[in-house]
């Protein structure tokens, strides 16, 4: 069961909390490919459901190391819309597949354009939520999905207005690289909880295990037999 986990590069909760984005996605950056953009290499069936909530102009992965350009169709669209897919091989100047491609991506609102990096606040809320959850034991998927968006309104609605958005540019090194591997609770970590309002270094931890979670009705122990059963949470995937 944990080889299953693993097989793909991230964790059932955190495509659950990406699924609950709404508006316009431009650009989706994975390790993997979602499933079925291409008929025969393999890709997440995650990452899959995932493309079609989101519906992103963009999508850009590496993984196979392989150069290859796709649109994957919007279903809920009838196939009119797509998501243009491009997969990366390795930049290496003397590799096999040396690779590098440069993409305009037109802004949606020049207007508003800033070069300043800064937080989007629904994410913050959604993240806040995900936080809030690690004492939350729900006894379905439904119910779990229920609760999620609710606690996400609230915390975004928290957010919205009361924290700044810039990015600081307060980066510290806590250890050597290459050399001091144990994971140390980074002042950057500790000022991003201050800022939403929530958690610790180890809630923040526990609530992203995921279906490591020895609670058979854990939060992330229900999702993770969801998609053990065969059965998909819709999320927002039904059209927009």
């Known amino acids: 069961e944990s080889t299953l986990r693993s097989v793909y590069h991230h964790r059932m909760f955190e495509t659950f909390k990406l699924s609950h984005l709404t508006g316009d996605v431009d650009v989706f ?3 993997d490919w979602p499933e ?4 025969e290499w393999e890709g997440s069936p995650a990452l899959a459901e995932l493309c079609q909530t989101l519906q992103p102009r963009h999508w850009f992965a590496g993984h196979l190391h392989r150069l290859y350009q796709t649109t994957i169709p919007h279903k809920a669209s009838g196939g009119n819309t797509g998501t243009q897919f491009l997969a990366t091989s390795k930049a ?12 305009d991506i037109p802004l949606r609102d020049p207007a508003a354009y800033s070069p300043v990096l800064c937080y ?13 959850l690690h004492h939350f034991d729900p006894q379905s998927p439904g119910e779990a999905r229920r609760v999620y968006q609710q606690l996400s309104r609230k915390a975004i609605q928290e957010i919205a207005g009361n924290v700044p958005l810039q990015v600081p540019l307060d980066f510290q090194m806590t250890c050597t690289p290459f050399v001091q591997k144990n994971a140390l609770e980074h002042p950057q970590r500790v000022a991003f909880l201050q800022l939403i309002g929530e ?12 279906g490591d979670s020895v609670n058979p009705h854990s939060f992330g122990a229900v999702l993770a037999n969801e998609v053990a059963g065969g059965s ?8 927009r």
Do not use: C, Q
Request: proline share 6%; net charge negative; hydrophobic share 30%.
């Open 36 to 39: 079925g953009a291409h008929p």
């Open 120 to 132: 989007d606040e629904e994410w913050l809320g959604i993240l806040k939520a995900s936080l809030m």
């Open 232 to 239: 998909r949470g819709r999320g927002r995937g039904g059209g």
């Open 29 to 31: 950056l994975s390790h």
């Open 92 to 103: 290496t100047p003397n590799g096999e597949l040396p690779f590098l491609e440069v993409v």
């Open 199 to 210: 958690g610790s270094f180890d809630e923040e931890r526990e609530a992203n295990r995921g």
